[in-house]
Structures are given as C-alpha cells and as structure tokens.
C-alpha cells in the first residue's frame, strides 16, 4: 500500500533518505512550495549553515525543478491548476516515488500562527486528510498548540511513518485532561 504525506518540496531536495523509501510514498506538495524552489536555488540566502552542504542541496533542489519541468510532468501539474484543490496526475519519480501537486489555497484560516506556506500546508493535510512530514520543531509545537487536527511526523521519525504510521483512528485523543 503507498503511503502519502503532505510536504514541503524543498524538503525533499534536502533529504535524500525521503528519495529512497523501503515502500511506496507519493508526496503531495501544494504547488506554492515548487514556486518557492526558484527562489531557494536563485536567491542569495543560504539554504544549509555549511557552505558544502548548501551548495549540494542547492543542485538537488534544481534536479528537482527540472524534475518538475519535464514536459509531461509539467503538463500534469498545469491541468491541476485551473481549479482550487485539484490534484495532479501522479508525477512518477522510480519504483517507489511519486509526487502528486495540489493547487492549494491559502485561507488565512491559520493567518495568526502560520505562514501561507505553512497554512497551504495545513489545510491540504485536513482536506485530503493526510499525515505532514517536516523537519521544523517550532511549526510541529504550534500545530499542537493551535490543536490543527493534522497527524504531524518529525523527518527522522520518516521510516517509523512509512512501515507502521499511526492511524488517524489511533490519533482520537480525549479532551478531558
């Protein structure tokens, strides 16, 4: 069965180990944070502290945008665009990858505690009801806060998401404590 997960694309060009599960994953990414891969890989802010490091990712990040230019899997994501929470056509990437983009709508529904990005985020893991991957402590804390009924994964808890996950069933928690 593949697993899906709602995440940021430049996360994938950062972590290699998400470009290699032991299953199938599709990661669905609102099409808001492909657009902000140009700017990542173009700007001159720094991706990673360590210049190496950002200078490798900063090539992954454009394999990815190629990746995404290719005319077929261009064409995929241009039809999802014409309508609010369309999703694309599965964009294939190897045995076990697949990238499927949502044109999401940020709402301002979440305005006071997250960014567009973070919201666009957000309401596409309630819309689909599907399980958020990321690596931010601080955005994982104020989904908890804000109590955001989104299933959140830390990345180094990615292989524990991918082989057993928790059920969203699991995730009833009691309101009386």
Known sequence: MR???????????????LMVPDRPVDYVIPYSTIMELYDM??????????VEDDRHVK???GELIAFFEEPLNRKKIERALGVPWRESAPLLLGEH???????????????????PIETEQLLTAMKFK?????????LQDR???AEVPVQVYDIED?????????????????RDW
């Open 3 to 17: 697993r899906r997960f709602v995440i940021e694309a430049v996360m994938v060009a950062t972590y290699g180990q």
């Open 41 to 50: 890989k173009n700007g001159p802010d720094q991706v990673m502290d360590d």
């Open 59 to 61: 090539m992954k990040i």
């Open 97 to 115: 990858v697949t990238f499927t983009v949502v044109n999401a709508l940020d709402n301002a529904h979440y305005g006071e505690y997250f960014d």
């Open 130 to 138: 599907l399980p958020l991957l990321s690596d931010q402590i601080e």
């Open 143 to 145: 989904i908890i806060e």
């Open 158 to 174: 990615f292989d524990f998401a991918v082989e057993e996950g928790i059920a969203v069933d699991e995730m009833e928690i009691s």
